[in-house]
């Protein structure tokens, strides 16, 4: 009996002894008129009768809602208990433990970040060394151009009944029988020689479990399973094991990319330099020919002052021309060479030079405002 109970008898006993006595004093209240002091007695009787009340309520609604909600639980264990037997039903059949094998494997390429037709291929036709047609579950590229055979179909049928066994004797049966079918697995996927069938495989085949729990049941009945697996040439991997491998694969062909894009880089600045190397020639040909151009207008200008010029000024000395004819000056400036920038000086180095350099004469300044000007700037005077 719960505290509630108690509590609830004990009032209802106590209001049972109040009645009583409520009775016995109006049969006496027929002789005689109650006295005025019973007056709050009866009010908190009735105050205690609709506190009763209220909690009769309250325990009924939540009494019914309890009743509800365990209903809701029978139903949700009942439906649960249903899907869970029709989905071990349909894993007893072959074909679909098979698609979810593949369904498995497909999540795991895609979680580790391969691209479809690029650095994997799903069911891939081929025929072996023997003449034997074959199909594997995936086939997955490396960077080097290496591939790697993987197979998703895997029987688990007794793993299945051994989770289902309430005997520990049938259990132990169960799981031998799960490491048999897993163990002659082996051998059929060794015989269909699978890296035959394909030019650059790697010379051993994938045998991909879509649950860790399908190999530690399996090693626990034959723990030499792997090696002898091994030793046929088949790597049985589980989700945890080959997502390693496949976000190895991933991570390779991202360095291989990188690879590329840094030769393509190497290039690209090999061309660069190779054109800015013709330009710099360019350039270079085209001041030294300025330089002469410079010259040579020099030269005609002396030639013109001194051969053409005194005659034209007899014809001014004479009246004959209305203005005179104008003098051309020389051209001052030269054309400024290429030459590599300076490599920056630090800046300790540039306050120490500076600190015991003498005041600049004019004569220097003038000069630094010629090395400052625009490469190819040609001042006429």
């Known amino acids: 009996m719960d505290a509630t109970s108690l509590l609830l008898g004990l009032l209802i006993g106590a209001l049972l002894a109040t009645a009583v006595t409520l009775g016995a004093v109006s049969l006496l209240g027929r002789r005689t008129p109650p006295p005025d002091g019973l007056e709050p007695v009866h009010e908190s009787l009735d105050h205690l009768h609709r506190v009763l009340a209220g909690i009769e309520r309250d325990r009924a609604t939540a009494h019914g809602e309890l009743r509800e909600q365990v209903g809701t639980v029978g139903q949700t264990s009942a439906l649960l208990r249903q899907e869970t037997a029709a989905l071990v039903t349909a894993l007893r059949t ?18 580790a970040g391969l691209l479809e037709h690029c650095d994997f291929v799903e069911q891939p036709s081929a025929v072996n060394d023997q003449g034997a047609g074959v199909r594997p579950d995936l086939v997955v590229t ?8 993987i197979d998703a ?105 990188l690879a ?16 800015l190397g013709t330009l710099s020639g360019h350039l270079a040909r085209l001041g030294s020919a300025l330089g002469s151009a410079v010259g040579r207008f020099n030269d005609t200008v002396g030639s013109y002052e001194t051969s053409v010029l005194g005659a034209a000024r007899r014809f001014d000395d ?7 004819v104008p003098q051309p000056g020389a051209v001052e400036a030269e054309v400024r060479t290429l030459r590599p920038a300076a490599p920056p000086v630090p800046a300790t180095t540039t306050a120490h030079a500076t600190a015991h ?25």
């Open 260 to 275: 590329r894009e840094a030769a393509s880089v190497l290039e690209v600045g090999r061309l660069l330099h190779a054109r």
């Open 142 to 149: 490396l960077a080097d151009g290496k591939q790697v055979v």
């Open 318 to 324: 004479l009246g004959v021309a209305e203005t005179p």
């Open 94 to 111: 072959p074909h679909v433990r098979g698609r979810w094998g593949e369904v498995q494997l497909r999540r795991l390429v895609e979680v």
């Open 153 to 257: 179909k895997v029987p688990f049928a007794g793993w299945i009944e051994a989770v289902q066994a309430t005997d520990d004797t049938v259990r132990r049966q169960r799981v031998a029988e799960h490491a048999r079918q897993l163990r002659a697995h082996v051998e059929a996927l060794a015989t269909r020689r699978y890296p035959t069938a394909f030019e650059s495989a790697a010379p051993f085949t994938v045998l991909f479990v879509p649950s860790d729990g399908f190999l530690t049941t399996a090693l626990e009945a034959e723990p030499a399973l792997l090696e002898h697996a091994f030793s046929r040439d088949v790597v049985i991997a589980t989700p945890s094991t080959l997502l390693a491998l496949l976000r190895t694969v991933a991570h390779s062909w991202r360095t291989e990319r």
């Open 357 to 381: 350099t003498p005041a600049h004469t004019p004569a220097h300044a003038a000069a630094a405002a010629a090395d400052d000007r625009p490469e190819g700037d040609l001042r006429y005077g």
